[in-house]
């Protein structure tokens, strides 16, 4: 069974400073998505990682793939109170054609002015 | 920009009652999903629905779920009779022409159970 845990679960930080979340996962995956989920709302697709060394950046946000390793990181530079919110990471397995998204627990965001 | 739509946004239900959860996925997508969270926890895979029928399900979806997409443009979510634990938020996803692409979600139904 597919099993994805990131760590840590809540993150109580400055602005300005950095930081990063990391998602780990149990077995053999290609493919990793982060998405961002305000409180009461959807989810938010962040990133795409489709291969093993995959680095994405978008604004502050910087999210990396090693998939020998089966882990993702999800870093934060100079943070700002607008990231505050619930962060998952996904891992996909591919059955009968179709994706099925395993999600890890969530990492809750806050940032403090 | 094309979105995922869901209705109604909140559903407040009896137990044993039926519900039915409604999507309208972006078009053009093949792939189709439903997903739930329960307050405070994580998401998780209900099931997924592609060429009009059901591609996989997790334990959750048993004999009290089903999914239909009775008309090429709605994808429904019914549940026969509600359990009190069947309260929390579902999601809806749909996924372009390759299975690899994003899931786009709607903005949830929020179910209740009393």
């Known amino acids: 069974e597919l099993k994805v845990e990131q760590n840590p679960l809540f993150l109580s930080m400055q602005e300005g400073k950095n930081y990063t979340i990391y998602c780990n996962y149990s077995t053999t995956s290609d493919r990793l998505y982060w998405y961002r989920q305000d409180p009461g709302k959807s989810l938010e697709s962040l990133f795409v990682l489709l291969s093993n060394g995959a680095v994405k950046q978008e604004g502050r946000l910087m999210a990396s793939l090693d998939t020998k390793a089966r882990l993702s990181t999800l870093h934060i530079t100079a943070a700002v109170h607008d990231l505050s919110a619930t962060y998952f990471c996904?891992?996909?397995?591919?059955?009968?054609?179709?994706?099925?998204?395993?999600f890890g627990q969530g990492t809750r965001l806050t940032i403090n002015p | 920009e094309p979105e995922v739509t869901q209705t109604p946004s909140h559903q407040v239900t009896q137990m044993g009652q039926e519900v039915i959860l409604r999507c309208v996925p972006i078009s053009n997508h093949l792939y189709f999903y439903w997903y739930r969270q329960i307050l405070g926890q994580k998401v998780e895979f209900l099931v997924s629905f592609y060429n009009n029928e059901i591609s996989e399900k997790s334990e959750i979806f048993d004999d009290q779920f089903s999914v239909e997409r009775p008309d090429g443009s709605n994808f429904t979510l019914k549940i026969r009779s509600t359990k009190l634990e069947d309260s929390a938020m579902y999601f809806c996803?749909?996924?372009?022409?390759?299975?690899?692409?994003?899931?786009?979600f709607g903005p949830g139904t929020r179910l209740t159970v009393l």
């Open positions: 996803a749909s996924q372009g022409l390759a299975v690899t692409d994003t899931q786009y």
């Open positions: 996904a891992v996909d397995l591919i059955i009968q054609g179709a994706q099925k998204l395993v």
